[in-house]
């Protein structure tokens, strides 16, 4: 059965020029970028026009600023573990949102262990942090702020160029976990005024497992991890040369086609949850209602589970989620839809819709015909429905 | 210019079958495994299947017991880093030797940051650790050695199995780096009595950027990368499963034709050792005569400088690696060199030859003549030289 992907957040495509350049350094043996003679010529090259590439996309002033790593879990991780240690002695005191991502929370989870204290400040019901609670939130120990650009689960985006106008009077550094936003929606370090920015690949139809993160120039952080002198000193080992070359090319493309694609998404955006209530009744949606990603949707419905419901959707060849895939073996209410006030029942009937470049009107038809059936006959099995 | 590669340790070819299992990966959309649809069941069952095969060179008991990672050098910063943090409360001792790669060398160095100390074993004149320094080393405080399987400098094969039953005697965890043997030679974790087990697919003819972490069942260890949910909690992050299907199909082929490989690069290597003196006087081989890699040479030419030689090499289409690519960009003498005795001006003239399949005898003929020319020149120059 050919499925219809409404999970982009999980599993994009690889855009075939993307693969034919992945391909190209797989049949051509590139080498490896620090060998001392020339056959690792053609990959110190292609590092770093991959380097170029993905720099452009946010804007970056000097590409030497971009670390490539193995996804967005190791730049997070990275940038909040690497930002700690490396100001200790300033203090240990960071700041963050409740509804960041996971690799967010355990990361600062991880550090409390070495005693650093966490401000997790709270969103509205929209999800949106307010600036000025950050800035209440600051004292003379804070070293770090990380706030999330939008987020994974109800698509809100953050007032990251607020927040990082305060890091900077206030002289603390300013992450941001840019993961869902880099090369789908606008993003540019130098405006939003972050000192990291983490982000990956697979979300602007590059590999998965390939990400980067932007360390502002004179940004004190250690590495993750220690060995060679790759990556300017910041990132020790031999490079996933396949999938820099495969992110760098993706990075080309999302940004000449961004505003077609934001579009493209938009229009589907809008068709589904114009049309939604001719199909169903009792249900949330989620997140910000203009401040959102243009290719997100998450709904809450009531009554049911949205874990029977992506399993009935599959059945259908429909594939969506109920929140992020590095989410889904941990079976817990989301913390994120507790955070915007949502009772455990109604964050049990979560769905979360990512729109893809491929998606059309006519997936969004049956999708919404589908779901309908979907939820009826769930809701008619369910013991908190009445009718 | 068609280049003979004689520095198989910095960059391998990538056997043509792990090629197509790859391309496979990247035009078939394989999804991502921790998706809760059926779009990422192909990434689930691809991933699994993969970690049997790496498992099955190793000898692992538990495929489970295999982590992927993005390298050598994030295994080797997993294992000791993980260890050192999860055992603390046991005590911050660690021994070592002092020819390990630098991903171990500067992973202890960082943690001697938290006030971990670390006994650095010296070797003989081969390379060689003696165990029973190691045991000697061992006090009541420590928790971790690591110990290397085979130096990537002078391919010397340590005395793992001794060691492992020291640790074992003693209850002390063990690690092993063992990133230049696992596909090349026999390794046997549980022969070895290692507890964890550091390696990489691109020495075996796999992808760079992907590699394992054996950890055996029960070892108290964190993870470098908090987040979600995957790798069986061991390590966040969404799968580069390009390079995992890569390095599980080049883990088949390392098990299946690891005699024939030993036995072409050991012809080569014997041919190679035995018409030198034909060509070239005053030079020091390094390394264990009989324990080593049998894919390995380091050669020490006496009155000239090693980076000369790699250079003029490389004009004449040969490559060739003073050390590894890793330490290129750093310009010292090698610690490794230096630590079997060798003067200073000694360790500047040593290089590095490492076979690998495609290499021929032909090869070695035509490397053997202009090695020979080389040297003769940069001698005649060279301000230590007195005919």
Redesign the interface.
């Known amino acids: 059965m050919n499925?219809i992907?409404f999970?982009h957040l999980?599993?994009n495509?690889?855009l075939p020029e993307v693969?034919e350049a992945?391909?190209d350094v797989?049949?051509n043996?590139y080498?490896?970028p620090?060998?001392?003679?020339?056959?690792?010529d053609a990959?110190a090259t292609a590092l770093e026009a991959a380097r170029d590439s993905v720099s452009a996309l946010i804007n970056c002033p000097v590409s030497k600023e971009i670390v490539f790593?193995?996804?967005?879990?190791?730049s997070?991780?990275h940038a909040i573990k690497g930002v700690a240690?490396a100001k200790a002695d300033k203090g240990k005191h960071i700041i963050t949102s409740n509804i960041e991502?996971?690799?967010v929370i355990?990361?600062l989870?991880?550090l409390k262990?070495f005693d650093y204290n966490v401000t997790s400040v709270s969103v509205d019901k929209y999800g949106m942090v307010d600036p000025a609670e950050i800035e209440a939130a600051i004292k003379d120990d804070t070293i770090l702020i990380s706030i999330m650009h939008s987020n994974n689960e109800i698509g809100t985006i953050q007032p990251i160029k607020e927040i990082g106008e305060i890091a900077k009077a206030r002289k603390v550094l300013f992450h941001s976990d840019a993961v869902d936003s880099v090369g789908v929606v606008p993003v540019d370090v130098q405006e939003l005024g972050v000192d990291l920015l983490s982000f990956?690949s697979?979300p602007f139809y590059g590999?998965?497992?390939?990400g980067g993160l932007y360390i502002k120039r004179g940004t004190a952080i250690?590495p993750?991890?220690?060995?060679?002198?790759?990556e300017n000193n910041k990132r020790?080992?031999?490079?996933?040369?396949?999938?820099?070359v495969g992110m760098g090319k993706a990075a080309e493309f999302a940004k000449r086609d961004m505003e077609k694609r934001i579009a493209h998404s938009k229009m589907l955006k809008e068709k589904f949850l114009r049309e939604l209530p001719d199909y169903l009744d009792e249900y949330i949606i989620n997140g910000h209602p203009e401040k959102s990603l243009p290719n997100h949707i998450s709904i809450s419905l009531k009554y049911i589970e949205g874990?029977s419901v992506?399993?009935m959707?599959?059945e259908e060849g429909i594939?969506?989620?109920?929140r992020?895939?590095?989410?889904?073996?941990?079976l817990r209410a989301s913390h994120v839809l507790l955070s915007i006030g949502h009772e455990f029942a109604d964050a049990q009937g979560t769905m979360v819709i990512t729109f893809g470049m491929e998606n059309t009107e006519e997936d969004v038809e049956r999708f919404l015909a589908v779901l309908k059936e979907t939820v009826v006959s769930l809701r008619e099995i369910s013991p908190l429905y009445k009718k």
Chains 1, 2 share one sequence.
Do not use: Y
């Open positions: 499925i992907n999970d999980s599993a495509p690889i693969q992945m391909i797989i049949r043996n080498g490896n620090s060998s001392q003679h020339s056959l690792g990959a790593t193995s996804g967005g879990t190791e997070v991780n240690f991502h996971n690799a355990r990361s989870k991880r262990l990956a697979n590999p998965a497992g390939v250690w993750m991890f220690d060995g060679g002198v790759q020790a080992g031999t490079e996933n040369m396949i999938g820099i874990e992506v399993l959707l599959d594939a969506v989620s109920t992020s895939a590095c989410a889904a073996g941990a």
